[in-house]
């Protein structure tokens, strides 16, 4: 909304219109009325442009026919200029056709609030932030444990493998990636693990997965992924714990340690859903497969099923991602799938938010897309759908076409008021995406911003007039002299002036490509 680095202060109005307005209506108002009023040194336009004033913020809303709202403006200005430029706001009589009353509210010394915050925080370090040098006996005795147990490592067979104390006398292990994962579990008081350092699985953990109940529990990642294949082909594994995805096992909290050897799944589970389709399948389950098959034909033969019937049963059954997407498409509906493309759940689109936080990850973790946005210098980025105005989405739509324009076949794109609550040089910059857009595809822009409307190759007006009662709407094609005229009609209100007509021809001029 404004700089924290220049801006003095904030002017809060309080609007009001006897009718429905919008935003653009307003912005349009407060330019046109005030041009020419204080002179060139207060003039509101080049005081935005150098800086001076920021952006304009309105915030209204209408009801049964009336619209009231604020208006925010930020200024650089001393005082006695921004009360000046207040009140030269409060002349404002009518936005668009409605007859409107403008009344300043109060202005705000951005100083004086960012004085308050600081004493406010400052309170907050004094009481919080110092330390009191107390010591707490509790965390001397963790951390004396917590050595001891590290301390207690050790190494079986003669690949030397790292594995906690309690290995060889525990009727279940859990075999990790390396040692850094058998000292982490060990700060947890998990004695029962044994590291296989690589995918050259050793024969020592081969022999204790034959003899104990085996949990793999190795990283969240590819490597993890391919050590568990090697493990699962040559050694004799009960259960798999699955990380959560980009996570190292040496890396995890106490919490998500127990939670996930809680959530273990047994290994026939995970050779069925996970590697059934892989080129390093092991043997044993390509044998248990074919015989399945052999039972599946013996079965299908004896079912008075017919064979046809049970053709058509399965093409209706989505196989691919297409298909979901083709259940779905124009039925406001969602779905959740797993890895191998079953239905986990469905809901209605609009609800997903609420579903997600209800829906138990897989074996393999819980997806979830999220497109980040981050409109000002400085911020951290927020979800898009929760922070972006109509407007801010569009403009990031247009920013998504003019980069994919050279690979998109779409011949023609309509961007409907896509410069909604824009001004000054962030229209020009709109303006000129819309144009690199254009190249090689036909581009409607509907627009109430002159620089935008001054870049088109062809410029027309919507009409309304109102006939025996009814509404009539007419588009007509304007020639040189009848863009000028509307130029200077969306710059300075239904009377065009001199001072709008010479902008209108000079930005029309300054537009146009050389």
Do not use: W
């Not at 995406?433 to 109430?448: P, S």
């Amino acid at each position: 909304m404004y700089s924290p680095d220049t801006t003095k202060y904030l002017i809060h109005i309080n609007l009001t219109a006897e009718g429905v307005v919008e935003k653009p209506d307003v912005v349009g108002a407060i330019f046109g009325q005030t041009e020419g009023l204080l002179g060139e040194d207060l003039d509101l336009r080049d005081l935005q442009r150098t800086g001076r004033v920021g952006r304009i913020d309105v915030q209204i809303v209408s009801k049964k026919g009336e619209t009231a709202g604020t208006i925010l403006i930020a200024t650089s200005l001393d005082r006695a200029e921004t009360a000046i430029l207040a009140a030269s706001l409060e002349t404002i009589d009518r936005v668009g056709p409605c007859v409107a009353h403008v009344t300043v509210d109060s202005i705000e010394d951005i100083r004086v609030s960012k004085r308050r915050q600081i004493v406010d925080r400052a309170k907050e370090i004094l009481i919080e932030r110092f330390d009191e040098g107390t010591i707490d006996s509790n965390e001397l005795l963790d951390d004396v444990r917590q050595s001891l147990r590290i301390e207690k490592i050790g190494s079986l067979g003669e690949e030397k493998v790292p594995a906690g104390p309690n290995v060889l006398d525990s009727d279940a292990i859990i075999i990790v990636e390396g040692r850094a994962d058998v000292l982490n579990l060990l700060r947890y008081g998990i004695k029962n693990a044994v590291a296989v350092e690589g995918t050259n699985i050793p024969r020592t953990v081969i022999d204790l997965c034959e003899k104990k109940t085996a949990t793999a529990f190795f990283d969240g990642d590819r490597g993890g992924e391919l050590i568990l294949r090697e493990l699962l082909q040559v050694a004799d594994i009960d259960f798999v714990a699955f990380s959560p995805r980009g996570k190292s096992v040496e890396d995890m909290t106490r919490k998500e340690v127990i939670k996930t050897l809680r959530n273990k799944v047994p290994v026939e589970y995970v050779r069925e859903h996970y590697f059934e389709e892989s080129a390093e399948l092991p043997q044993d389950l390509k044998s248990s497969r074919r015989s399945g098959e052999r039972e599946g034909r013996e079965q299908s033969g004896k079912s008075s099923v017919p064979a046809k019937q049970a053709r058509d049963t399965m093409s209706r059954i989505p196989q691919t991602l297409r298909d979901h997407i083709e259940d779905v498409r124009g039925h406001g509906l969602a779905r959740f799938l797993s890895q191998d493309l079953t239905i986990v759940r469905e809901t209605k689109s609009d609800e997903v938010d609420k579903v997600l936080e209800s829906v138990e990850p897989a074996a393999t973790g819980l997806d979830h897309a999220e497109f980040g946005f981050a409109p000002n210098v400085g911020e951290p980025m927020r979800p898009l759908r929760a922070i972006a105005s109509s407007g801010e989405i569009s403009r990031v739509m247009l920013a998504i076409k003019v980069v994919l324009a050279a690979a998109d076949r779409i011949p023609l794109l309509v961007f409907d008021e896509i410069d909604a609550n824009v001004g000054g040089e962030t229209a020009h910059a709109v303006a000129r995406k819309l144009v690199a857009a254009a190249r090689g595809r036909q581009v409607i822009a509907i627009t109430h911003l002159p620089p935008v409307a001054a870049r088109g190759a062809h410029h027309y007006a919507v009409r309304k007039t109102v006939k025996a009662g009814r509404t009539h709407t007419t588009v007509v094609q304007l020639d040189e002299g009848g863009r000028v005229e509307e130029l200077a009609r969306m710059l300075g209100g239904r009377e065009s002036t001199s001072v709008a007509l010479r902008h209108a021809a000079e930005l029309l001029a300054t537009a146009r490509p050389r």
